[in-house]
């Protein structure tokens, strides 16, 4: 068995297949196929974004050590799943953007 399906398995914990596959929002059968190691892909980054929210941190960090998982890449996927819209951050924090501050944080004249 993968490392990957070892892992899946243990998150599930004691939870039965399809209690697990509801609770993440995942189909049954993908789960199924996780678990046994018959998944012909890498699973998707919302798949994985769902797995890492049941996860306890020391299962998160070898599920993305196991998947080689690019961390920044599946941040976006992460908020997506958690219906997070992303935004870009465009000013300066602790000023107005235009870099006329003084040390202190006073605007000069």
């Known amino acids: 068995m993968s490392e990957f399906s070892t892992l899946v398995r243990q998150i599930r914990g004691t939870r ?4 697990f596959a509801d609770e ?3 189909s049954h059968a993908a789960i199924s196929r996780y678990e046994s190691g018959k998944r012909q892909q890498e699973p998707e980054d919302s798949a994985i ?3 890492l929210r049941v996860a306890t941190p020391d299962q998160a960090q070898e599920l993305l050590r196991v998947l080689d998982v690019d961390v920044e890449q599946l941040r976006a996927a992460i908020l997506a799943s958690l219906g997070v819209a992303t935004a870009t951050v465009t000013a300066t924090v602790g ?3 235009s870099g006329d501050e003084t040390e202190e944080g006073e605007e000069t004249e």
């Not at 039965?16 to 209690?19: G, K, L, Q, R, T």
Request: net charge neutral; charged share 15%.
């Open 24 to 26: 993440l929002g995942l």
């Open 16 to 19: 039965s297949m399809a209690e």
């Open 49 to 51: 974004a769902k797995l």
């Open 95 to 97: 000023g107005n953007g």
